[in-house]
């Protein structure tokens, strides 16, 4: 799957960045994941910052997301619902099992380890190198109308046509062969 985004309506661009990693830039041990056993993993979210998100945004979507996971579905890492309009960056570690550090009324939502917080990058070794799509979605409602146990195909299943931007960081993660 080259862009999974490919079947979603047309969206609008603004910028996302990192102090933690650049767009096409391989994730950092902290961004591996310690749950799943990475060697020096850390399970640390990613700081993030946007910015000229289209007129009308009233909320944002945070989603990190594996689409080259050996399933057939691929594997969300974390998400983030009903982030703010005022809001426009996350610090790094915000997604922590307390999620603190989210704005007032954000919540997390289940990866696909059932854990509501960032699980880092796992790529199965000698699977070869996985990209991360971590993407900001600006949205034209203030609430997403979801709870927070659903998953985050369900979000994206809900948010599908109330996305108005889209800013993506491609980040990457290979762990070679024993």
């Not at 749950?35 to 700081?47: A, E, H, L, R, T």
């Not at 954000?106 to 790529?123: H, K, T």
């Amino acid at each position: 799957m080259n862009d999974p985004f490919a079947r979603h309506p047309e969206a609008a661009t603004f910028t996302v960045t990192s102090t933690t990693v650049a767009d096409g830039a391989t994730f950092g041990s902290a961004q591996m994941s310690g749950i799943f056993g990475v060697p020096g993993g850390q399970d640390v979210s990613p700081q993030l910052s946007w910015s000229g998100a289209p007129e009308g945004t009233k909320s944002y979507v945070v989603t990190v997301y594996d689409p080259d996971a050996p399933t057939q579905s691929g594997f969300w890492h974390w998400a983030v619902a009903d982030i703010p309009a005022g809001t426009t960056s996350l610090p790094e570690g915000a997604g922590d099992d307390s999620g603190a550090a989210l704005p007032e009324g954000a919540f997390q939502l289940p990866n696909d380890a059932r854990l509501s917080r960032f699980i880092g990058a796992a790529p199965p070794a000698g699977h070869g190198a996985h990209r991360y799509f971590i993407t900001v979605h600006a949205l034209d409602t203030e609430k997403i109308g979801v709870t927070p146990d659903v998953t985050p195909a369900v979000l994206n299943f809900t948010m599908f046509g109330h996305v108005l931007g889209r800013a993506t960081i491609v980040a990457k993660a290979e762990i070679p062969a024993s």
